[in-house]
């Protein structure tokens, strides 16, 4: 009888052997899509951002010429608590980004006077675009990111100064600093100075413009629209459409010009540009 029994177990089991091939199978396509993963996995980076409402782990990509290339895994906060900091991966063939030289911006929707940009991430969300160093150089991990669907960098090749005013008005970052109309800076950074009792606006002037920047340059808030009221004669000027509504700033050195202003000199910022300055008309060799 158990000899019996016996046999009609090793029966079943024998016929109901292709049942473990399920899992068997499962359990082998599992090892090689995870070992498949691993080869195309490449290094880990982190880019920290002063702002990460925008990143999603798990979803924002890391993009080259619209071809993904990584993409953020987790956000942390950074230790000093003044940064948030997207830990990403770049797949295998993108290894060569994770050097010196290579930016990271936040490509978000934007809208401005020079027309309307980054519209594809209202639907697929942001994404992470990027600008490679130099191939072959020093490897690098860690990276500092920009906000804003550019990738020209508006403090490369220039040379910075501060400006010190009691009311910031309607000057603010990303403003244009310009000599004769023409633009030869941006407004970078707004802070407050140590006591509080002022504000400090950080300048970025291009480098070929920085000869018109003298010990004795004055620097002013520009509205944009101006107007001179007479009894017999009046005149009314008007900036360019991006200073009448966001404002900016505007310069002119008086004869005789002082010596070149070196990087970081400090200047008071004036509320109303000086008494006759148009007749300004410094040599600034």
């Given at each position: 009888m158990t000899e019996t029994v016996t046999k009609q177990k090793l029966k079943s089991l024998r016929a109901g052997w292709y049942?473990?091939?399920?899992?068997?199978?499962?359990?082998?396509?599992?090892?090689?899509?995870?070992?498949?993963?691993?080869?195309?996995?490449?290094?880990?980076?982190k880019i920290s951002f002063e702002d990460g409402s925008q990143i999603q782990p798990g979803k924002t990509q890391i993009r080259y010429r619209g071809v993904t290339i990584g993409d953020v895994q987790k956000v942390t906060i950074s230790e000093d608590k003044k940064d948030v900091i997207a830990h990403a991966i770049l797949q295998k063939h993108a290894e060569e980004f994770a050097v010196a030289g290579t930016r990271f911006w936040l490509v978000t929707p934007?809208?401005?006077?020079?027309?309307?940009?980054?519209?594809?991430?209202?639907?697929?969300?942001?994404?992470?675009?990027?600008?490679?160093?130099?191939?072959?150089?020093?490897?690098?991990?860690?990276?500092?990111?920009?906000?804003?669907?550019?990738?020209?960098?508006?403090?490369?090749?220039?040379?910075?100064?501060?400006?010190?005013?009691?009311?910031?008005?309607?000057?603010?970052?990303?403003?244009?600093?310009?000599?004769?109309?023409?633009?030869?800076?941006?407004?970078?950074?707004?802070?407050?100075?140590?006591?509080?009792?002022?504000?400090?606006?950080?300048?970025?002037?291009?480098?070929?413009?920085?000869?018109?920047?003298?010990?004795?340059?004055?620097?002013w808030r520009s509205s944009g629209i101006s107007a001179k009221l007479g009894l017999f004669k009046s005149e009314l000027k008007i900036d360019a459409l991006d200073t009448v509504l966001r404002g900016g700033i505007e310069l002119a050195t008086p004869s005789p010009a002082g010596e070149i202003a070196k990087a970081q000199a400090k200047f008071p910022l004036q509320a109303d540009p000086p008494k006759e300055y148009e007749k300004w008309n410094t040599v600034l060799e």
């Open positions: 049942i473990w091939l399920f899992p068997a199978f499962a359990i082998a396509i599992s090892v090689w899509l995870f070992w498949d993963y691993w080869q195309q996995r490449g290094p880990h980076i934007k809208v401005s006077l020079q027309g309307v940009s980054g519209l594809e991430t209202l639907i697929e969300g942001a994404y992470i675009s990027v600008d490679p160093g130099k191939i072959g150089g020093e490897l690098k991990t860690e990276f500092k990111g920009k906000e804003g669907g550019e990738s020209k960098d508006p403090l490369e090749d220039t040379s910075t100064y501060q400006l010190e005013t009691n009311d910031l008005g309607s000057v603010s970052a990303g403003d244009s600093v310009t000599f004769r109309g023409m633009k030869i800076g941006t407004v970078t950074k707004e802070t407050l100075s140590k006591t509080g009792q002022t504000v400090l606006l950080q300048i970025n002037i291009l480098n070929h413009y920085v000869r018109v920047i003298r010990t004795n340059t004055v620097f």
